[in-house]
């Protein structure tokens, strides 16, 4: 509906500017589409504007904020305030700035952009923007394209958990999975994913699955499952996934901070699962764990 593509959550959050990295990351964590940054008079402050799909559960959405705010290291007194917005001019001049992205084995074609774009070397992934997390553009996004790439093979059964607009599961069919299941509990992020899937001619080779992320863990046995979606919800996920996880299965997960991975890698450890690859692209950080 095009009424709901152009409305959006704004979540302002006010910052002393030293903890500006962390804050963008806790919001980015909780799954925004960009992060607008505001210096008011002798930058004593800066003011964060964040957009979130306008379908979102609010008070979900405020509960996650928090949480995740207060977990990169803000005060409980950053509490964002949430207002529906229109799309404003810094949405319109996002979305003409995107361009295909060559991201590992994969060109990344966003909504609009030119066909011409078309890759022989590359597999070609169609995403939607506006409404579900997952164009290619962010890094946690971009590393889990990548580790896809070099830690998935043929014929084996994938789950991604969180898959917003289902890029990372479309991805591996591209790349020759057999069974794919892809799960969210955003109905507004689910809907991009199904549009996704047809754009790409992919619907029937994925599963979508609206279901909390723990839950779906116990929908079978996967080899490798794709994991985006913050710190905190994969520490309490570590559990279920290396029960998931058949034997020499994988878990890529992302959307974690540097600092967070001594502390999930001692998690994993405590399940089981072992750490198989690293990748970083500051503040960020993607682990690919095994089950021996
Ligand atoms: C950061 S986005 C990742 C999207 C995509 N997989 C990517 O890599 O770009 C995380 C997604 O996980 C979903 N999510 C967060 N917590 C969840 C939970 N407990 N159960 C199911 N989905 C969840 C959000 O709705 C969001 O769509």
């Known amino acids: 509906m095009p009424g709901e593509r152009s409305r959006f959550i704004r979540a302002r959050v006010v910052i002393p500017p030293a903890l500006e990295e962390q804050a963008v990351a806790g919001l980015w964590d909780v799954g925004c589409l960009g992060v607008q940054v505001t210096a008011a008079g002798r930058v004593a402050r800066l003011t964060l504007d964040a957009y979130f799909p306008g379908l979102a559960p609010r008070r979900r959405l405020a509960a996650r904020l928090r949480c995740s705010l207060l977990q990169v290291g803000l005060g409980p007194r950053a509490r964002p305030r949430l207002s529906v917005v229109r799309a404003g001019r810094w949405i319109e001049k996002w979305q003409r700035s995107l361009r295909p992205m060559p991201i590992g084995r994969f060109l990344v074609v966003p909504e609009g952009c030119d066909a011409a774009a078309v890759s022989p070397r590359r597999r070609v992934l169609r995403v939607r923007f506006g409404q579900a997390f997952g164009t290619g553009e962010h890094a946690t996004t971009r590393m889990c394209l990548r580790l896809l790439g070099a830690h998935l093979r043929s014929d084996e059964r994938v789950i991604d958990l969180g898959t917003g607009s289902g890029i990372l599961a479309m991805a591996a069919c591209r790349l020759g999975a057999g069974r794919v299941v892809a799960v969210d509990d955003d109905p507004a992020a689910l809907a991009v994913a199904r549009a ?69 890698l001692r998690a994993a450890a405590g399940c089981g699962l072992v750490l198989l690859d690293r990748r970083r692209l500051r503040p960020w950080s993607a682990l690919v764990l095994r089950r021996p």
């Open 196 to 264: 996704n899937l047809g754009d790409n001619g992919l619907v029937g080779s994925v599963k979508l699955r609206r279901s909390d992320v723990a839950a779906a863990c116990q929908s079978g046995a996967f080899d490798l499952a794709l994991v985006n979606i913050g710190a905190s919800t994969i520490e309490g996920l570590l559990p279920h996934l290396a029960r998931a996880l058949t034997r020499g299965g994988r878990a890529v997960l992302a959307g974690l901070l540097i600092d967070d991975e001594d502390r999930l």
